[in-house]
């Protein structure tokens, strides 16, 4: 009866999704840049609230569409649907999206042929531009994105979440009612090492649309939407899913029309076939990459230690009872790519058995991959029908300090803390980004002050989107790897003796003449820095006045002092049995003198009788 039920209704939905898409090509509240006599129309601004857009371009183009809207809603944009011309490269045909009113706003990515994955981005602030670039190439290009504002502290009941176990079951919001408008929910599963998933939609009923642009799941191979998409399913149907690993993500998509009951999706586990999961380690620093690989893992596979070598065969490894290769970013080989997102450095472990002339073993790459963002470190396997192909992704962070100077020579750091300063005296800050890539290049985007070192309500801007705040503040040219700027000391009006510095810097690619880094001062309302993924925060201080200080002395002095001229107990009674003999000595003497006295007085006096 179910099965009867659903096939009744595909003609009905088929029907529907037909009249939507053919009202999305006839109206123009609806569409944007379709075909027409004049040819198609190139950008434009948007304020709705929400938009779906059905956009066709033909080569040579370059148009840029700009969402921007008063309000202190985000904006969330959605690529359902982008088919490039064949063949074409990311070089010459891309969609760029910037977080921003503008083209000069950062860039939040990019999307192009090789993208494999529905592109989902989201704003910092109210407003985002994205421009479309075309090649040469007589095609058209056919694109579907819709856009709506949010609340980023709204959330929905069931949507999304973490599933652990090694079995599970998952429903979409509401269901077996209506999903709600303008849902976007991702379950992230991840089961047992050595082991797979297998996922079942039991129950799915979505919009029904031939390229699944309106209401869709999207399947992905791993712990992450960016990459690795296995499929995109809509209608009404029971798809199966398998992943390669003991990873996979389900995201849901809907935008504001033609709700249906959703979906009931159900995930086994089940072991990996084969040699066992590769017993590695990737880690990831501002310096180095480090790649520890097992014995035994080689040795299921069929190869020995000495069979292993990076692009840069001179770089060999330590063996112990590991494997380890471990090398600076920039050397052995190691390539670097700045997508815009995040920079990543990529190296390539080759397993070939060496001295034979014929092999039936099958050849293995491990490809070792550093991004460098602010995330934690991530481990996906994949395998491949030919080859067994491995490839670990760490997420690691650049390594920043960032210290006081006594001079602008910024030769002598100073150690001291707290550092004791005078007020208005001229402080020389310098950030230090330590790594081996001297391809990198170091911008201070923010810096605010506080009283206090958790950097509460109370702040003070100094530095604000590469803009000097503070008329104190002098910025120095970039220099390699250093950030420097200086400043006045101040203190905040009664509030505290101390002042804390932090500092968000960005990490660009030196090469890339069009980076934040060389934007310098950016004018921005209500913007952050969360679009860059290769941001870091420092932290220095506390800065007291030396007035301070000079009290912090003097009543050490004065304390010093009363304990010198106040006796101990000791030393009291001492005083005191001293006074007392010393009376009592003057009293005995008195009283003898007085008695001698006395007697000699009695003899003069004494009376004579008369003779007569």
Same mark, same amino acid.
């Given at each position: 009866?179910?099965?009867?039920?659903?096939?009744?209704?595909?003609?009905?939905?088929?029907?529907?999704?037909?009249?939507q898409d053919n009202s999305i090509e006839s109206t123009g509240g609806f569409c944007c840049c379709c075909s027409s006599v004049g040819g198609p129309r190139c950008g434009a601004s948007l304020h709705e609230q929400n938009k779906a857009l059905r956009i066709e371009l033909n080569a040579n183009a370059n148009c840029a569409w700009q969402i921007q809207r008063n309000t202190n809603q985000t904006?969330?944009?959605?690529?359902?649907?982008?088919?490039?011309?064949?063949?074409?490269?990311?070089?010459?045909?891309?969609?760029?999206?910037?977080?921003?009113?503008?083209?000069?706003?950062?860039?939040?990515?990019?999307?192009?042929?090789?993208?494999? =994955?529905? *592109?989902?981005?989201? %704003? #910092? &602030?109210?407003?985002? +531009?994205?421009?479309?670039? !075309?090649?040469?190439?007589?095609?058209?290009?056919?694109?579907?994105?819709?856009?709506?504002?949010?609340?980023?502290?709204?959330?929905?009941?069931?949507?999304?979440?973490?599933?652990?176990?090694?079995?599970?079951?998952?429903?979409?919001?509401?269901?077996?009612?209506?999903?709600?408008?303008?849902?976007?929910?991702?379950?992230?599963?991840?089961?047992?090492?050595?082991?797979?998933?297998?996922?079942?939609?039991?129950?799915?009923?979505?919009?029904?649309?031939?390229?699944?642009?309106?209401?869709?799941?999207?399947?992905?191979?791993?712990?992450?939407?960016?990459?690795?998409?296995?499929?995109?399913?809509?209608?009404? =149907?029971? *798809?199966?899913?398998? %992943? #390669? &690993?003991?990873?996979? +993500?389900?995201?849901?998509? !809907?935008?504001?029309?033609?709700?249906?009951?959703?979906?009931?999706?159900?995930?086994?586990?089940?072991?990996?076939?084969?040699?066992?999961?590769?017993?590695?380690?990737?880690?990831?620093?501002?310096?180095?990459?480090?790649?520890?690989?097992?014995?035994?893992?080689?040795?299921?596979?069929?190869?020995?230690?000495?069979?292993?070598?990076?692009?840069?065969?001179?770089?060999?490894?330590?063996?112990?009872?590991?494997?380890?290769?471990?090398?600076?970013?920039?050397?052995?080989?190691?390539?670097?790519?700045?997508?815009?997102?995040?920079?990543?450095?990529?190296?390539?472990?080759?397993?070939?058995?060496?001295?034979?002339?014929?092999?039936?073993?099958? %050849?293995?790459?491990?490809?070792?991959?550093?991004?460098?963002?602010?995330?934690?470190?991530?481990?996906?396997?994949?395998?491949?029908?030919?080859?067994?192909?491995?490839?670990?992704?760490?997420?690691?962070?650049?390594?920043?300090?960032?210290?006081?100077?006594?001079?602008?020579?910024?030769?002598?750091?100073?150690?001291?803390?707290?550092?004791?300063?005078?007020?208005?005296?001229?402080?020389?800050?310098?950030?230090?980004?330590?790594?081996?890539?001297?391809?990198?290049?170091?911008?201070?985007?923010?810096?605010?002050?506080?009283?206090?070192?958790?950097?509460?309500?109370?702040?003070?801007?100094?530095?604000?989107?590469?803009?000097?705040?503070?008329?104190?503040?002098?910025t120095y040219p970039p220099l390699e790897h250093y950030g420097r700027f200086k400043f006045n000391a101040f203190r905040f009006l009664q509030r505290s003796p101390s002042v804390y510095l932090q500092c968000d810097i960005l990490i660009c690619d030196s090469k890339n003449a069009n980076s934040r880094c060389t934007e310098g001062c950016i004018s921005r309302q209500k913007r952050a820095i969360s679009s860059y993924m290769w941001?870091?925060?420092?932290?220095?201080?506390?800065?007291?006045?030396?007035?301070?200080?000079?009290?912090?002395?003097?009543?050490?002095?004065?304390?010093?002092?009363?304990?010198?001229?106040?006796?101990?107990?000791?030393?009291?009674?001492?005083?005191?049995?001293?006074?007392?003999?010393?009376?009592?000595?003057?009293?005995?003497?008195?009283?003898?003198?007085?008695?001698?006295?006395?007697?000699?007085?009695?003899?003069?006096?004494?009376?004579?009788?008369?003779?007569?």
């Open positions: 009866m179910q099965a009867l039920r659903q096939f009744l209704l595909l003609p009905l939905i088929a029907a529907l999704a037909l009249a904006v969330r944009l959605v690529f359902s649907h982008f088919k490039f011309a064949p063949s074409s490269s990311c070089e010459t045909e891309s969609i760029k999206i910037y977080d921003g009113p503008s083209t000069n706003s950062p860039l939040l990515g990019q999307v192009c042929n090789d993208t494999d =994955a529905v *592109p989902v981005l989201q %704003s #910092s &602030s109210d407003s985002l +531009t994205f421009i479309i670039t !075309t090649n040469s190439v007589a095609f058209t290009r056919n694109f579907f994105v819709f856009y709506y504002y949010f609340s980023p502290e709204t959330r929905l009941e069931n949507c999304g979440g973490q599933l652990t176990g090694p079995n599970g079951t998952f429903t979409s919001p509401n269901y077996p009612a209506a999903y709600p408008a303008f849902t976007y929910c991702v379950w992230h599963i991840q089961t047992a090492k050595n082991s797979k998933i297998k996922l079942q939609f039991q129950d799915l009923f979505l919009e029904l649309d031939k390229n699944c642009q309106f209401d869709f799941a999207a399947v992905y191979d791993g712990l992450t939407t960016n990459t690795g998409l296995i499929g995109k399913v809509c209608g009404v =149907a029971q *798809p199966k899913f398998e %992943s #390669s &690993s003991n990873v996979m +993500t389900v995201a849901l998509f !809907t935008d504001y029309a033609n709700s249906y009951r959703g979906f009931s999706a159900q995930y086994t586990s089940v072991p990996l076939p084969g040699p066992v999961e590769p017993d590695t380690l990737l880690t990831c620093s501002s310096d180095s990459m480090k790649i520890v690989l097992s014995k035994s893992y080689l040795a299921s596979l069929g190869y020995k230690e000495t069979d292993l070598q990076l692009r840069d065969p001179s770089c060999s490894p330590v063996i112990t009872n590991s494997v380890i290769f471990s090398f600076p970013l920039a050397s052995c080989g190691t390539t670097k790519k700045d997508d815009g997102q995040s920079i990543t450095y990529t190296n390539i472990i080759s397993l070939s058995p060496t001295g034979n002339i014929i092999t039936r073993q099958k %050849s293995v790459q491990i490809i070792a991959k550093c991004k460098m963002e602010n995330n934690s470190t991530l481990e996906v396997i994949y395998v491949t029908k030919s080859n067994i192909v491995q490839n670990t992704t760490a997420v690691g962070r650049y390594n920043v300090s960032m210290s006081f100077y006594d001079s602008d020579s910024f030769s002598k750091p100073i150690h001291q803390s707290p550092y004791y300063v005078d007020l208005n005296q001229t402080l020389f800050a310098q950030v230090s980004l330590h790594s081996t890539d001297p391809n990198l290049s170091v911008f201070v985007d923010t810096c605010i002050a506080s009283p206090q070192p958790d950097f509460g309500s109370l702040t003070y801007d100094l530095i604000r989107s590469g803009c000097n705040k503070d008329d104190t503040v002098v941001k870091t925060k420092t932290v220095v201080g506390p800065i007291r006045l030396k007035r301070n200080l000079r009290s912090a002395h003097n009543s050490e002095s004065l304390a010093k002092a009363d304990a010198e001229d106040t006796p101990n107990p000791q030393q009291y009674s001492f005083y005191t049995l001293s006074f007392v003999v010393l009376i009592s000595n003057i009293i005995i003497v008195v009283a003898v003198i007085l008695k001698y006295h006395k007697r000699q007085a009695g003899y003069g006096y004494q009376k004579i009788p008369n003779s007569y």
